[in-house]
């Protein structure tokens, strides 16, 4: 059971993190009002938001979909190590 949990956690985060890459690479290519632009942003953006907040713009450069890419690795990693202890 517990097993089933960390692969379901494990394959959340790295969807997660497909989201986030491909609502960059998106950013360049595809008109904002894209129907498909826009499901990937309605998921993305509410956890970019408070973190576009904290860190500032460095330049041109948005960092805060690599922060919230570590943060899904990290959060992710350790759930997932708490898990395994409960074995």
Not at 47 to 69: E, Q, T
């Amino acid at each position: 059971m517990i097993s089933l949990l960390i692969q379901f956690i494990n394959i959340l985060a790295q969807f997660f993190v497909l989201l986030v890459i491909v609502k960059i690479i998106l950013s360049y290519f595809m008109d904002p009002y894209h129907p498909v632009r826009q499901t990937i942003d309605n998921l993305v953006e509410p956890l970019l938001a408070p973190i576009r907040r904290v860190v500032p713009l460095i330049g041109m450069f948005d960092f805060s979909p690599l922060v919230l890419i570590i943060l899904v690795q990290v959060l992710s990693s350790a759930l997932i190590r708490f898990l395994i202890t409960l074995r």
